[in-house]
C-alpha cells in the first residue's frame, strides 16, 4: 500500500490565510466597534489589537491543524484523501475516472514555489472532488503520471511536440480586450454599496443636508452618470488585464490546456470530449470592429466563473472558423451566413422593447420633460437591431444560432450534442405562423431563435 503523504509546509500559511480571509468580516467589524464605540484612545486601540491578535491566532491553529489532519495517497487505482479532525472525509476518485488534474497559483502558491491542485472528474462541479493547496512541481508530475492514460498521452506529446498547435495573447491583443470587456455589471454592486453607504451615514436629522448634494439638473444628472460608466469601464479594464493577463491555448491531444491570470495563475485541463458548444461573443463594444470573445460549454464547468469558460478572450470574427479548425475542429462552423427570421418577424421584435420605452418615457417626463422622448427611437432601434442579428443554420448535423441581448452571441455545435430541443408557439405567432426554436447544450448554453417561420421551426424540430 502506497504511503500516505502531507501537503507542503506552506499549506499551514494558505489554510490560514483562507481562515483569516473567510472571517475578515466579523473580526473587521469587532475590531472597528472597540475603535468606534467612544474615544479613540489607548485603551481602544489596546482591545482593537487583542482582538485581532485573537482573530490572527485562531486562524493559524485552523491552519495547522488542517495541515496536521489532510494527507493524501496515490494508490494502483485510486486518489485516496483525507482531511478533517473532528469531523473527517474521506474521498477516492479511480485514476482511470479522472478528466482533468487542474493546477493553480496564487501570490502565496508563487511565493512558496508550490501548486494549488484540483483533481476533476466527469461529475465535477465548481473546482473539483478533491483540492491540495500546497503541491511541489515534483509532486504535481507524479500525480499527473499516474493516470493509466498518462504514458500514451507523453509518448504522441514527445512525437507531436512540434505542432501543437499554441495560441498565446500578446500585450497589444490584452490590451484591446480589457478596454473592449464592457463589463458594466460591477456598477450593480457599487451602486448597492453607495446605496447602503448613503442610508448608514446620513439619519432623519441629516437628511436634508444630504438631499443639498444630489444633482437637481440634467446636466448634472449626465455628469454623474457618465462619471460612473467611466469608473466601471476602468475597473472592468484592470479586471480584464488581471484575469487574461498570460493567457495561453494548447491543443495537446484529446485535451486543451489554458494558462491564464496575471495575479492568480491557473492552468486548467479540458478534455475536448467534454466540450458540448462554442459560443462566439460579441460584446457591444466589439461588434463594431469585427472582434469577439470564444467561450465553451463543457460538462462540469457550468458552475465555474465565466474566465474559466473562455477559449480565447479576443479575435476577429473572421478568423473564428480558422480558429477552430486548429484547436476544435469537433466543434469548429463559420458563424457567418445564417439565414434571417422572416420580414414579418419584425413587428414582434419591436413590441416588447417599445412597451418598455413608452413606461420609460411616462416615468421619466416629470424629471426631464420632453428628454424623455428619446427613449422610443432608442427602443424602436434595439428591437430592430434584435430582428436582424436573430439568424440560423441547420446543416451538415450542425447548428448555428445567432442572437442579441445586449451582446450578439453566436452558438455554434453539433446537433447530436443538444440535450433538448423545444418548438414553441403562442397565440400571436399562430395568426402570424411564427415559433420559437430554443436547443439546449447545458447549463449555460441555450441556442433559442425566435419568431422562425413556422415551416421552418416543424422542419428544425424534425431534423433534430
Known sequence: MAEARRLHPSAVVIYSAAALRNAAFPLIAIVGFSLLGGATDSRGLMRALIYGGIGVTISVISGAMRYQSTTYRIGAEAIHHHTGILSTKDTDIRLDRIEAIDIHQGPLQRAFGVFAVDVQTGAAGKGGEISLPALTPDAVAELRA?????????????????????????????????????????????????????????????????????????????????????????????????????????????????????????????????????????????????????????????????????????????????????????????????????????????????????????????????????ALPVAALYGRERWRAAAWRLQDGRLAVRSMLLAQTTVLAPAHFRESHTVAQNVLQRRASLADLEVTFGKETTARICHLDLSDARSAWSAL
Do not use: C, M, N
Request: neutral net charge.
Open 146 to 374: 499516474a493516470r493509466p492514460q498518462a504514458a500514451a498521452a507523453a509518448a504522441a506529446a514527445a512525437e507531436d511536440e512540434k505542432v501543437r498547435p499554441t495560441r498565446a495573447i500578446g500585450g497589444r491583443e490584452l490590451a484591446v480586450a480589457a478596454l473592449t470587456a464592457g463589463q458594466l455589471g460591477i456598477l450593480l454592486p457599487v451602486l448597492a454599496f453607495g446605496g447602503q453607504v448613503i442610508q448608514e451615514l446620513f439619519d432623519e436629522q441629516q437628511g436634508e443636508e444630504a438631499i443639498r448634494w444630489l444633482p437637481h439638473s440634467v446636466t448634472a444628472i449626465v455628469v454623474g452618470a457618465v462619471a460612473l460608466l467611466v469608473v466601471a469601464w476602468l475597473l472592468s479594464t484592470v479586471g480584464a488585464i488581471v484575469t487574461f493577463g498570460g493567457f495561453a491555448v494548447t491543443r495537446d491531444g484529446d485535451r486543451l490546456r489554458i494558462r491564464r491570470g496575471l495575479v492568480h495563475r491557473s492552468e486548467a485541463t479540458v478534455p475536448v470530449s467534454r466540450v458540448r458548444a462554442v459560443r462566439v461573443v460579441e460584446g457591444i463594444f466589439r461588434r463594431p470592429f469585427g472582434l469577439a470573445a470564444l467561450t465553451v460549454e463543457v460538462t462540469g464547468y457550468a458552475e465555474e466563473a465565466s474566465a474559466a469558460r473562455t477559449l480565447y478572450p479576443l479575435l476577429r470574427l473572421k478568423d473564428v472558423e480558422a480558429f477552430l479548425e486548429e484547436f476544435l475542429p469537433e466543434l469548429a462552423d463559420d458563424p457567418h451566413g445564417l439565414a434571417r427570421t422572416p420580414q414579418r418577424a419584425v413587428r414582434r421584435y419591436l413590441t416588447v422593447p417599445l412597451a418598455v420605452g413608452a413606461v420609460v418615457t411616462v416615468a421619466a417626463w416629470f424629471a426631464v420633460g420632453p428628454f424623455a422622448l428619446v
